[in-house]
T-cell receptor, first 114, second 111 residues
Framework: EPEVTQTPSHQVTQMGQEVILRCVPI?????FYWYRQILGQKVEFLVS????????KSEIFDDQFSVERPDGSNFTLKIRSTKLEDSAMYFC????????????FGSGTQLSVL | KQEVTQIPAALSVPEGENLVLNCSFT??????LQWFRQDPGKGLTSLLL?????REQTSGRLNASLDKSSGRSTLYIAASQPGDSATYLC??????????FGGGTRVLVKP
């Protein structure tokens, strides 16, 4: 089965630093997503992206966050100035279409902000 | 606002026993419901997807039912094995394409 690939698997950074989390969605998919899971909490939606623009974002996704599809294969999440509370597992997902289509998730990037 | 709840939060059973995991959601206007497995510190593995028009889906020892009108889904795992030990998450997809996740049920199958 095709896979969503995320790199790195672990990232440690200092508070205030910028981080970029990278994802390679499944090649024929058109919808891309970021979710996060703080330790011990629910998986939370951050943002969805379609046709080179954000289609929906949650209240978590403030001005410190941005997403980009810089080329035909990568999808990135940038956190401009990390805070301690940004420490979480970040999951990228993609789907072929919207609506009832299944989401495929990557294996996640564990971000630790010190 | 969609809320998804999973009961119980944790479950411990002896090997061979059937597992029953429950998921409830507050807004029945969904596209589909997905069940995932998550191992500690790992990603989300999709187990079953039930479209809103379907009543159940089966894959091997797994069977998931959906009662959209009452806002419930149940995941059955037959003849549990120690390798089934993991956290099981349900998530519903509604308008706007985002998934809303439950808090998960942590399952331990004892040999």
């Amino acid at each position: 089965e095709p896979e969503v690939t995320q790199t790195p698997s672990h990232q440690v950074t200092q508070m205030g630093q910028e981080v970029i989390l990278r994802c390679v969605p499944i090649s024929n998919h058109l919808y891309f997503y970021w979710y996060r899971q703080i330790l011990g909490q629910k998986v939370e939606f951050l943002v969805s992206f379609y046709n080179n623009e954000i289609s929906e974002k949650s209240e978590i996704f403030d001005d410190q966050f941005s997403v980009e599809r810089p080329d035909g294969s990568n999808f990135t999440l940038k956190i401009r100035s990390t805070k301690l509370e940004d420490s979480a597992m970040y999951f990228c997902a993609s789907s072929e279409a919207g609506g009832s289509e299944k989401l495929f998730f990557g294996s996640g990037t564990q971000l630790s902000v010190l | 606002k969609q809320e998804v709840t999973q009961i119980p939060a944790a479950l411990s059973v002896p090997e061979g026993e059937n597992l029953v995991l429950n998921c409830s959601f507050t807004d029945s206007a969904i596209y589909n419901l997905q069940w995932f497995r998550q191992d500690p510190g790992k990603g989300l593995t999709s187990l079953l997807l039930i479209q809103s028009s379907q009543r159940e889906q089966t894959s091997g020892r797994l069977n998931a039912s959906l009662d959209k009108s009452s806002g419930r889904s149940t995941l059955y795992i037959a003849a549990s094995q120690p390798g089934d030990s993991a956290t099981y998450l349900c998530a519903v997809k509604a308008a706007g394409n985002k998934l809303t996740f439950g808090g998960g049920t942590r399952v331990l199958v004892k040999p």
